[in-house]
T-cell receptor, first 116, second 110 residues
């Protein structure tokens, strides 16, 4: 199993530009999560999906952030326009809602975003 | 508000020196408590899930325990390769999302 795949691994962009982060969850998993990690705030949940439907987006910082999941094997997190305070590592995670799977989430390698 | 607090923030041990990391939580209803390990530049790696007070899980030199208010990650005779940040997270009843603590950065000196 390839695990959760994220791209790009690193992104450097200028303030005001649009940024799109991509995620491919583990095949068969029905939950997908987007997190942001910074030194100051730690690991924060932004949004999560169940069967491609957004369930809770209360962690999305503002309207500049949007996320989509057009099918079971792909999701995007978009920031438009980007600002320096968006600089962080963004993680995607997936999980399986089966009682025997214990609901643990499996994380991708992350995308390190730097906005200058 | 659901909260997770980990202590200490950082811990430095000599190889072979056993110790424990603490995760205390305040939640409306606990579905599960999770421990993750995170190496620099990588995503968190799942270690354990604990569901009820009194439960214990073991993996190599690590043992996780759970009470009604906190969890401990005991590390016995650690090696330098155990150096990492250890994250604790809680899952609330009726929800899939996790609330993470700030983590404990563990360094094992040879």
């Amino acid at each position: 199993d390839a695990g959760v795949i994220q791209s790009p691994r690193h992104e450097v962009t200028e303030m005001g530009q649009e940024v799109t982060l991509r995620c491919k969850p583990i095949s068969g998993h029905d939950y997908l999560f987007w997190y942001r990690q910074t030194m100051m705030r730690g690991l924060e949940l932004l949004i999560y999906f169940n069967n491609n439907v957004p369930i809770d987006d209360s962690g999305m910082p503002e309207d500049r952030f949007s996320a989509k999941m057009p099918n079971a094997s792909f999701s995007t997190l978009k920031i438009q326009p980007s600002e320096p305070r968006d600089s962080a590592v963004y993680f995607c995670a997936s999980s399986l809602s089966h009682p025997r799977a214990h609901y643990e989430q499996y994380f991708g390698p992350g995308t390190r975003l730097t906005v200058t | 508000e659901d909260q997770v607090t980990q202590s200490p923030e950082a811990l430095r041990l000599q190889e072979g020196e056993s110790s424990s990391l603490n995760c205390s939580y305040t939640v409306s209803g606990l579905r599960g408590l999770f421990w993750y390990r995170q190496d620099p530049g990588k995503g968190p790696e799942f270690l354990f899930t604990l569901y009820s007070a009194g439960e214990e899980k073991e993996k190599e030199r690590l043992k996780a325990t759970l009470t009604k208010k906190e969890s401990f990650l005991h590390i016995t005779a650690p090696k330098p390769e155990d150096s990492a940040t250890y994250l604790c997270a809680v899952q609330i009843q009726g929800a899939q999302k996790l609330v993470f603590g700030q983590g404990t950065r563990l360094t094992i000196n040879p």
